[in-house]
């Protein structure tokens, strides 16, 4: 009877936590519709403020774009533009940093960011915004908060963006710690030779790359499997296995990724995406239908999974 009553009330709370859920789904989804238009503008003044309060942060050079009203006003200008001219304006911040330093490096930058931009434009356009989020979840150590995210909700040339974005983050990060050496009697051809060493002998780079566009894969094929909760299964497996391919990369490449930054950004990424994924679709596991019909020339057998709703008179 204990066993039972426990059982009772396990399921309970659980109707409850999801009731919960979808009453706040709802209620977001309903002011979203409401203000719409004040939402999108809000989401990417935000998205531009954080980028260039990180590329501030990470290029601290004395200038005018180092003032934080310069910073807010770029952001509310870019509330007003579209995803692809915000990464523009991003790339354009960072190398105007970096013209307070040597306009060479910034040159090196602008070209090297802007052919990459142009690949994920032409094959991955709906995920062009990966190259401002994903280098700044790099920079926060969750890659994951926007990774799984690709897998759960785009197709897997969405990858491709995935791999642009981190090179954009490694070659940003390289060529800000080569400005701290440069000086004006620095060499041009030693600098710039310095520079593509550093890029092509970095082992962080090319593990990040393939973890990363691999976990977007794995997410993306298991979340299509004939099996119940396979979005969150999809999330659980893709953060424990980061956490596994990021530490034997230390172990095999000779990476030097921080395993406290592994374990717990993994973890907080993980989460961050359960949450979205969550808001973005509820499932109704319980609910599950098996459908056949046929045509002339096949039959069909589809696995029907409903999305769960709340009902206020409940």
């Known amino acids: 009877m204990e066993r039972k009553d426990k059982k009772v009330k396990d399921s309970m709370s659980v109707e409850v936590y999801t009731n919960w859920m979808l009453q706040m789904k709802e209620k977001l989804y309903e002011r979203y519709i409401k203000y719409e238009p004040l939402a999108k503008y809000l989401r990417k003044m935000l998205m531009a403020f954080l980028t260039f309060q990180c590329i501030g942060i990470a290029y601290p050079y004395k200038g005018i774009f180092c003032n934080v009203f310069v910073i807010f006003g770029l952001a509310l200008l870019a509330g007003f533009l579209f995803d692809e001219l915000i990464v523009i304006l991003s790339l354009l911040f960072a190398c105007a940093q970096l013209y307070f330093l040597t306009p060479i490096l910034a040159g090196i930058v602008f070209a090297s960011c802007i052919l990459i931009y142009m690949m994920m ?27 799984i995210p690709i897998g759960l909700f785009f197709s897997p040339m969405a990858s491709l963006s995935v791999a642009g974005a981190t090179v954009i983050y490694y070659v940003l990060d390289i060529v ?30 090319y593990v990040s790359v393939v973890v990363l566009c691999g976990l977007s894969l794995f997410v993306y094929f298991i979340r299509f499997h ?25 172990v095999f490449c ?58 206020a008179d409940k």
């Not at 979005?231 to 990369?249: D, H, K, N, Q, R």
């Not at 973890?267 to 499932?283: D, E, H, P, T």
Request: with cysteine; charged share 15%.
């Open 121 to 147: 434009l032409r094959y991955s356009p709906k995920t062009i915004w990966v190259a401002i989020m994903l280098p700044v979840a790099l920079a926060l150590h969750i890659p994951l908060a926007v990774v």
């Open 226 to 250: 004939q099996m119940a909760l396979s979005f969150e299964l999809s999330i659980g497996m893709a953060t424990v296995l980061a956490i596994i391919l990021f530490l034997l990369g230390n």
């Open 176 to 205: 800000r710690k080569c400005a701290f050496t440069y000086t004006d009697k620095t060499d041009i051809m030693v600098l710039g030779e310095t520079l593509v060493k550093q890029i092509v002998e970095n082992p962080q780079m």
């Open 254 to 311: 000779r990476c030097n990724f921080s395993v406290q930054a592994c374990v717990l950004g993994s973890f907080s990424g993980g989460l961050i995406a359960l949450i979205i994924q969550m808001y973005c679709r509820i499932l109704d596991y319980g609910a599950v239908e098996q459908l056949r019909f046929e045509d002339e020339d096949y039959y069909y057998y589809v696995k029907a999974v409903p999305k769960l709703k709340h009902n």
